[in-house]
């Protein structure tokens, strides 16, 4: 079957740019102003230095809710975004982070306020705006701007996804899942964790994929307590080994599952089984949870978690969305609830992480799951194909 390339991506860009700019209308505002590079890809399809723009603001763009988008691009990168036909317009950035403006902080940041107030016109007042410096908030609101929640505009524009936004997901899915068959390849006692890591990066980057947001991979006594980095440690015969993928991948999709294996040919002991069983069914129990309908506090109440001797409190997250990175919502489990505990409604259409984690509380191994699913009108597909078992063989 041929598939029409150029025609998909222009269905997925498309799309995106139109849930944007409902969303930018829906929350009484003019237009957006977006700088993380993860909304500029979304509004534009368009990527460039993606990790470096995310703490230099270096480019940025202009969503109306109708009219030209403008795309303020990295100086001579302007080429960039040949092909993507939801920019109207690209001029060059105007940067005034301290790096590249010194001095003459204040002179560019009036300038590139001015600049904004322009394209917003005298009947425009309400932008929408993700993330900003003090500086350029003073000066948009010197100018007459209102400024609001931009960010809170994206996440209602991409927690559910497209048809074509679907098909990317799935292509990601299914990249990341081949890289783990080479982790899987490459685990063999005498491999350090970095080396055994480099394996996912590598394999990710071969595909079309970009970075990895973490680097959650441990082995033996440091897979508990859970976050910690991978390191130089050499993995022994008989350590569990467990990982989070984290990546950005094929079109810029992000990939979040979680194994845990077992290094070596030995059989898994009577504790590491049975903190294996726990968290696999943590995990097929919660992921039942997301129907559509449900409320995210209906889930954090109903939510099953593993017993208090091998419950850990590092994990708060019972799930989250995902899309281009990890997202809107964020669903707490009922211990963590009053604290930071947030409602909504699960829909047809959105993608999520359902995590799951049995670390014992000061004990000296613990094993972490996590799939990614797709909530359709039936409930919800799991859409990775590896296997949660502790060993392959």
Not at 188 to 204: D, S, V
Request: aromatic content about 8%.
């Amino acid at each position: 079957m041929t598939v029409d390339i150029d025609g998909h991506r222009r269905r997925l860009e498309a799309g995106r740019l139109a849930r944007l700019r409902n969303a930018i209308e829906t929350a009484g505002c003019d237009a957006g102003l977006f700088y993380d590079p993860v909304n500029i890809r979304y509004a534009t399809g368009t990527s460039n230095m993606q990790v470096y723009s995310l703490h230099n603001p270096c480019r940025y763009v202009y969503v109306p809710v109708s009219g030209d988008v403008v795309l303020f691009e990295f100086k001579g990168c302007e080429h960039l975004s040949l092909g993507h036909e939801g920019v109207g317009e690209v001029r060059p950035a105007v940067s005034w982070y301290d790096f590249v403006s010194g001095g003459r902080t204040a002179e560019f940041a009036r300038a590139w306020a001015d600049e904004i107030a322009s394209l917003l016109g005298p009947a425009g007042r309400d932008l929408s705006v993700d993330r900003l410096d003090p500086l350029g908030t003073d000066r948009l609101r010197d100018a007459g701007v209102r400024i609001h929640d931009g960010q809170r505009v994206a996440n209602a524009a991409r927690f559910v996804k497209t048809d074509a936004e679907i098909t990317e997901v799935r292509r990601a899915v299914s990249a990341c899942d081949r890289a783990i068959d080479e982790m899987w390849s490459a685990l063999r006692p005498g491999i350090t964790e970095q080396q055994l890591w480099a394996q996912l990066h590598r394999a990710n980057i071969e595909s079309g994929g970009e970075w990895l947001e973490t680097r959650l991979l441990t082995s033996g006594p440091r897979t508990n307590p859970w976050y910690q980095e991978c390191s130089d440690r050499v993995i022994e015969a008989g350590d569990l080994v467990a990982f989070d993928t984290d990546l950005i991948g094929v079109g810029g999709y992000s990939v979040d599952i979680s194994r845990t294996w077992l290094a070596g040919d030995g059989a898994a002991s009577a504790s590491q089984r049975r903190l294996h069983d726990a968290a696999s069914e943590q995990l097929h129990r919660n992921i039942e949870l997301f129907q559509p309908g449900a409320s995210f506090a209906e889930i954090s109440q109903r939510a099953w978690l593993p017993s208090d001797a091998i419950h850990s409190v590092t994990n708060a997250a019972i799930g989250h969305g995902i899309g281009l990175c990890n997202e809107y919502p964020l669903i707490l489990n009922r211990d963590h609830w009053s604290t930071g505990g947030y409602d909504g409604e699960i829909v047809e259409g959105m993608v999520l992480c359902v995590e799951a984690l049995a670390a014992p509380p000061g004990g000296d191994e613990g094993v972490k799951l996590e799939e990614q699913i797709l909530v359709t009108a039936d409930g919800p597909e799991v859409l990775s194909t590896q296997p949660l078992t502790l060993s392959r063989n």
